[in-house]
Structures are given as C-alpha cells and as structure tokens.
C-alpha cells in the first residue's frame, strides 16, 4: 500500500571521508565501493579554531562536508542525520560514569545529537533552523522527509547532512552493517518544472502476507549483515552513480528512490 512521497532537486553536494576528500575519489568509490577505514580528522579550515577544537572525529566529518555544501550561504535551515552520532564520546562519559569519576560539562554538552549541528550554527552566527534526527537504518530518508517539510513550509534551501562513524568495540557484537566513517551534504530545493534532475523517495506498507513472509525471511545477524554498507554510504552510491532506481526494505517498511527528468514536463 503506497502511503506518500516526496520529490526534490540538490542544488550542490559534498562527501568527506578518510582518503576520500575530492569529487573524483568518490566518484571512483561509488563505481566500486569499498570499506572506508581511518582516523585522519577533516580539516574544518572554516571554523574558528576555538570552536573547531571541540569538534569530535565525526562532527568534524559533518561540519566539512556542510560547510563546503553551503559556500558561504547563510540563513539556510539544516538536517543533521547521524544513526549513531559521537557516540564514543558517550561511552567515555559512561565509563567514568561506572567509575565513579567526574563527569566533563564540555564533554557531555558534545555528545548530545544536535552537537555537530549547534557548533555549526554558532560558528558561523546563523539563526536559521536546525534539527539532528537519529532513526536507525531509516535516517536519511526520514531526514529527506523532514527537509522536504521545511521546504514545503517555504524555505528556498534546506541543507541535509548525514554522518556516521564506527562504532567503539563495546558494541561490535551487536553491528548489523559494516560501520564506517563517513559524511555527506545536500543543499536541497523544491522540485519543479525547471529542474532537469528531481530525486523522488515514495514509501509503502506491505499487506499482512507480505509483512508474514518479510518476516519470516528476515536473516539473522550473520556475517553477511556485518558486510552490509551503512544506509548513508548506501544512498550516497545511488547519487554519485545516478542510479536509476533504489530500493530498501527496513523494519519491513519499504522505501523507493528514483531520478526523474521533468524539464519541460509539469511539476
């Protein structure tokens, strides 16, 4: 049963990784994707070196990415999209925690979700509206949802930034993909009858008998799932390679992206 969709079109783009820091490295990754692996911090030359400090591994991935996203644009509302967010910050704090140590302010004011997101916006002194959503192997598409919201509302611009990183050992039993770090950004517009490339994401509910037999096939963590791209690097390739269609199964809720042309066709 289809139940909605959203359309768009991306204004500008932008990805950083360990070893994949320009267009064409991650055009050559997206024709033959493999394990991101390191631990080099991005550069964030544009952030004040105060607030760049405070910056964890994978904040400073998302805030590259956006900040070459954005170009100097200001008052653009912004996405945050993290699965797991600075999550080994919040392991060291709980671990003190267990220890009976004191607990850091700082620390804990930067593990929260919307860390990334608030440094941003105080770096660069923009007001605009920002959001950090975390819903598992859905995220993206729901951070779609929620930028093309803000769009429908009028913003002419939303900024979507998606993130992630690996995961620390206390949870690699429980990984059901292939974590590694990565970030990328969108500047996203309304689709209309001008734009030559529009990205449509449409979702569906199965009927009872599908939902049974998803269910019943639904695979065990093996390791199989652990060699499983994360979503963001996933969707990342559908973009990079346009590829025609795309589509996900999750928590037997399914998702359908696809590229469609409508220059000189009606919105």
């Known amino acids: 049963m289809e139940l909605g969709g959203v359309r768009f079109s991306i204004a500008s783009h932008a990805a950083w990784a ?6 064409a490295a991650w055009a050559a990754w997206a024709e033959q994707p493999h394990v991101i692996a390191g631990e080099r911090d991005a550069a964030v030359a544009a952030m004040p070196a105060m607030l760049r400090r405070r910056a964890g591994f994978v904040g400073k991935m998302a805030l590259e990415s956006a900040y070459r996203c954005l170009d100097g644009r200001v008052g653009v509302p912004t996405v945050f999209c993290s699965r797991h967010g600075e999550c080994m910050r919040s392991v060291d704090l709980l671990t003190d925690l267990a220890d009976d140590q004191p607990l850091s302010p700082a620390s ?13 916006s105080i770096a660069r002194q923009d007001q605009a509206s920002h959001a950090a959503l975390a819903a598992g192997h ?16 009028g913003a002419p611009e939303v900024l979507l930034v998606a993130y992630d990183g690996v995961l620390p ?10 974590e590694q770090p990565f ?10 009858a001008e734009s030559s490339d529009v990205i449509a994401l449409s979702w569906a509910s199965p009927d009872e008998d599908e939902a049974s037999a998803m269910q019943q096939q639904e695979p065990s963590k093996s390791a199989t ?3 499983r791209q994360p979503a963001g690097l996933e969707l990342l390739a559908f973009y990079l390679r346009r590829q025609a269609e795309l589509l996900r199964t999750v928590d037997r809720q399914r998702w359908r992206w696809r590229w469609q042309r409508l220059r000189g066709q009606h919105a």
């Open 169 to 178: 050992a206390l949870f690699h039993e429980f990984e059901d993909c292939q």
């Open 183 to 192: 970030a990328w950004a969108w500047l996203m517009q309304a689709a209309s």
């Open 108 to 120: 804990f004011s930067l593990s929260v979700h919307n860390a990334a997101a608030g440094l941003f």
């Open 225 to 227: 799932d652990a060699a």
């Open 138 to 153: 859905a995220g993206v598409e729901h951070a779609v949802i929620e930028a093309c919201g803000l769009l429908a509302d």
């Open 18 to 23: 360990p070893g994949l820091d320009t267009a």
